[in-house]
Structure formats: structure tokens, C-alpha cells
Nanobody, 120 residues
């Protein structure tokens, strides 16, 4: 089994920045893709960005050039640096990871979510 714990959300003014972190823990053998999703009120959850264990990244068009995903494989942690934030970035952000855990095999895990609010 594994767990994902997120941190770093909060309230920020338009144009500001936030950095989200998500640390995986538990009986982890390896982690494949890690990513961030978000869900705004009344909308479906959508992919924001993802990163493979080799460092290949993928971004939603709406965040390209403003958000940067990175990971520290030694710490089993993924980060999302969010710059030039807009009100439409307001959502609950969820960490996601495909983890091969000892005794429980390959599964997709989700964090508990962290609120990001962009407002003046």
C-alpha cells in the first residue's frame, strides 16, 4: 500500500504564484507516472500536468508556459510550480501517481486534494 500527501495550496492574488508538493510514502517499489489534476465546482476533474519517471512532461493547453511540473525520484515527490495564476485556475488540485507497491501490485493512487483559490 501507498499514500499520497499534498501540501502548498492556498489563496493567492491573480498574477501570483504557488508551489504544490505531493509526497508518496508506504511500501513503494517504484513509481511510474505522477501528475496533478484539478476539479473546479460544477466541472469534471481534468489533467493539469504529468511527468514520467524519466522526466517526460505533459501539460494541459490552459497551463502551458505558466505551470511547471517536476519530481524528485529520490524523495518520491512531485511538485507543481504555478506562476501567473488566473481566477480560472481556482480548483481543488489532486495529486495522482501510478505506484508499484510491495505486496499490492501496480495501482493508481490519489491524494486528498488541496484547495487553490485565485482571487483579489
Amino acid at each position: 500500500q501507498a499514500q499520497l500527501v499534498e501540501s502548498g495550496g492556498g489563496l493567492v492574488q491573480p498574477g501570483g504564484s504557488l508551489r504544490l508538493s505531493c509526497a508518496a510514502s508506504g511500501s513503494i517499489f517504484s513509481i511510474n507516472v505522477m501528475g496533478w489534476y484539478r476539479q473546479a465546482p460544477g466541472k469534471q476533474r481534468e489533467l493539469v500536468a504529468s511527468i514520467t519517471s524519466g522526466g517526460t512532461t505533459n501539460y494541459a493547453d490552459s497551463v502551458k508556459g505558466r505551470f511547471t511540473i517536476s519530481r524528485d525520484n529520490a524523495k518520491d515527490t512531485v511538485y507543481l510550480q504555478m506562476n501567473s495564476l488566473k481566477p480560472e485556475d481556482t480548483a481543488v488540485y489532486y495529486c495522482n501517481a501510478e505506484i508499484l507497491a510491495h505486496y499490492s501490485g501496480l495501482s493508481t493512487y490519489w491524494g486528498q486534494g488541496t484547495q487553490v483559490t485565485v482571487s483579489s
